[in-house]
């Protein structure tokens, strides 16, 4: 089974950037697709970006498309989400997974319990 650790986050003004990452041990990324989720205060997790195990295809929800980037470094075995132009409402915890789709076609987390997350925090 793979192990995921999350880092990156700090505090940011809006239209700011940052980059998190996603460190993988236990097994290489190429085993699986991958993504971030977030979870603002009192709300549900919720998909962000996902990419696939070649790397090939990248998935996105509507609210960060064309502002943040996935990416992969297979030789690091790490994961990346590069957000650029932030806003207030990506204040969040961002938690990086291993992700499947339902049969609804949704992404979900397909590891059975979410890391610790690192905070972001975009301020007005």
């Known amino acids: 089974q793979v192990q995921l650790v999350e880092s990156g986050g700090g505090l940011v003004q809006a239209g700011g950037s940052l980059r998190l990452s996603c460190a993988a041990s236990?097994?290489?990324?190429?085993?699986?697709?991958t993504g971030w989720f977030r979870q603002a205060p009192e709300k549900e997790h919720e998909f962000v970006a996902a990419?696939?195990?070649?790397?090939?295809?990248?998935y996105y929800a509507d609210s960060v498309k064309g502002r943040f980037t996935i990416s992969r470094d297979y030789a690091k075995n790490t994961m990346f989400l590069q957000m650029n132009t932030l806003k207030p409402e990506d204040t969040a915890v961002y938690y990086c997974v291993v992700v499947s789709r339902n049969v609804k076609g949704q992404w979900e987390n397909g590891m059975d319990y979410w890391g610790k997350g690192t905070q972001v925090t975009v301020s007005s």
């Open positions: 990419i696939s195990r070649s790397g090939s295809s990248t």
């Open positions: 236990g097994r290489t990324f190429s085993t699986y697709a």
